[in-house]
């Protein structure tokens, strides 16, 4: 039934394997290829396409891929020594964590309104995450926007700690010409891992930057040579923004976190779901 001609998600070669799916109101359509973890590799809204992906390096599957929207999970950034310490040993754990790199399964939401992405334990995630747990992201497109819903569920019998974070890479006409509104003065530098001013680091987007704020309200990307804004909405407690840059590339990154890097081990903002329960996370990612 996924790929009956009458469904909104179909499967397509071009320009690479994935699935499309189409809004079957608004037309807006998204590209999402499960295997690659999950990823949501394009999200036109209103005729215009929004993320930017290097379709170059994604068809090699040896290398990490720059664009679409990586999910980050079980941790945002990295641990020092990559090491996961835990009541039952250390783990070693990855940098962003390994859902980006994992197969998900992939629906049709019953009313056709989107898709829903799965990922489930394995005997790999084990190795670095000793766990059973069941992720689920909703992506919805809906007017001028696009919502996505996650609920982690913890399967164990223990408390499961986390944290996650989406990486969506948005395509800009020129980062000479890029404004970002409402993050708050001050920010923590990811490179020298210290306290920054926010307006240098803004400064500096041409020459790549990576910093993450606590945000109060809404960020807003404006691309100041399209005339274009997108507006990233969060909710407690994913409500931490990353800014990164990574010239020549004309993209910015605008990540919505749960928790900082090394939360896990720091305690800061760290989530913690206890046996059985679920928690429930959401943005939204708005075309101004």
Same mark, same amino acid.
């Given at each position: 039934?996924?790929?009956?001609?009458?469904?909104?998600?179909?499967?397509?070669?071009?320009?690479?394997?994935?699935?499309?799916?189409?809004?079957?109101?608004?037309?807006?359509?998204?590209?999402?290829?499960?295997?690659?973890?999950?990823?949501?590799?394009?999200?036109?809204?209103?005729?215009?396409?929004?993320?930017?992906?290097?379709?170059?390096?994604?068809?090699?599957?040896?290398?990490?891929?720059?664009?679409?929207?990586?999910?980050?999970?079980?941790?945002?950034?990295?641990?020092?020594?990559?090491?996961?310490?835990?009541?039952?040993?250390?783990?070693?754990?990855?940098?962003?964590?390994?859902?980006?790199?994992?197969?998900?399964?992939?629906?049709?939401?019953?009313?056709?309104?989107?898709?829903?992405?799965?990922?489930?334990?394995?005997?790999?995630?084990?190795?670095?995450?000793?766990?059973?747990?069941?992720?689920?992201?909703?992506?919805?497109?809906?007017?001028?926007?696009?919502?996505?819903?996650?609920?982690?569920?913890?399967?164990?019998?223990?408390?499961?700690?986390?944290?996650?974070?989406?990486?969506?890479?948005?395509?800009?006409?020129?980062?000479?010409?890029?404004?970002?509104?409402?993050?708050?003065?001050?920010?923590?530098?990811?490179?020298?891992?210290?306290?920054?001013?926010?307006?240098?680091?803004?400064? @500096? %987007?041409?020459? &790549?930057?990576?910093? #993450?704020?606590?945000? +109060? !309200?809404?960020?807003?990307?404006?691309?100041? =040579?399209?005339?274009?804004?997108?507006?990233?909405?969060?909710?407690?407690?994913?409500?931490?923004?990353?800014?990164?840059?990574?010239?020549?590339?004309?993209?910015?990154?605008?990540?919505?976190?749960?928790?900082?890097?090394? @939360? %896990?081990?720091? &305690?800061?903002?760290? #989530?913690?779901?206890? +046996? !059985?329960?679920?928690?429930?996370?959401?943005? =939204?990612?708005?075309?101004?």
């Amino acid at each position: 039934m996924i790929d009956g001609h009458s469904s909104p998600l179909l499967r397509k070669q071009s320009p690479y394997p994935h699935w499309q799916y189409l809004h079957p109101e608004s037309g807006d359509r998204l590209r999402i290829v499960p295997e690659r973890g999950g990823l949501v590799t394009d999200w036109c809204c209103n005729g215009h396409e929004l993320l930017y992906l290097d379709q170059e390096r994604f068809a090699d599957p040896e290398k990490s891929i720059r664009g679409g929207i990586p999910v980050l999970f079980p941790i945002c950034g990295n641990l020092p020594g990559d090491l996961l310490p835990l009541p039952s040993g250390e783990f070693i754990l990855k940098q962003h964590g390994f859902a980006r790199d994992q197969p998900w399964e992939l629906q049709l939401l019953e009313d056709h309104s989107g898709v829903k992405l799965s990922l489930v334990d394995s005997e790999e995630t084990r190795v670095s995450y000793p766990f059973s747990f069941l992720l689920e992201m909703v992506v919805r497109p809906i007017r001028n926007a696009l919502e996505i819903e996650v609920n982690v569920h913890n399967r164990s019998q223990i408390a499961m700690p986390f944290s996650f974070g989406l990486h969506p890479y948005f395509k800009v006409t020129d980062l000479n010409k890029v404004r970002l509104e409402g993050l708050p003065n001050s920010c923590l530098n990811h490179l020298q891992m210290a306290e920054a001013e926010t307006a240098i680091q803004l400064a @500096a %987007l041409t020459e &790549g930057v990576d910093f #993450l704020t606590r945000s +109060a !309200g809404p960020v807003t990307l404006v691309d100041e =040579a399209s005339g274009r804004s997108l507006q990233l909405q969060h909710e407690n407690p994913m409500d931490l923004t990353v800014v990164w840059t990574d010239p020549p590339r004309q993209m910015v990154c605008l990540e919505p976190w749960t928790g900082p890097r090394e @939360a %896990l081990i720091s &305690g800061d903002r760290k #989530l913690e779901i206890e +046996a !059985g329960g679920q928690q429930r996370l959401r943005c =939204a990612l708005v075309n101004c």
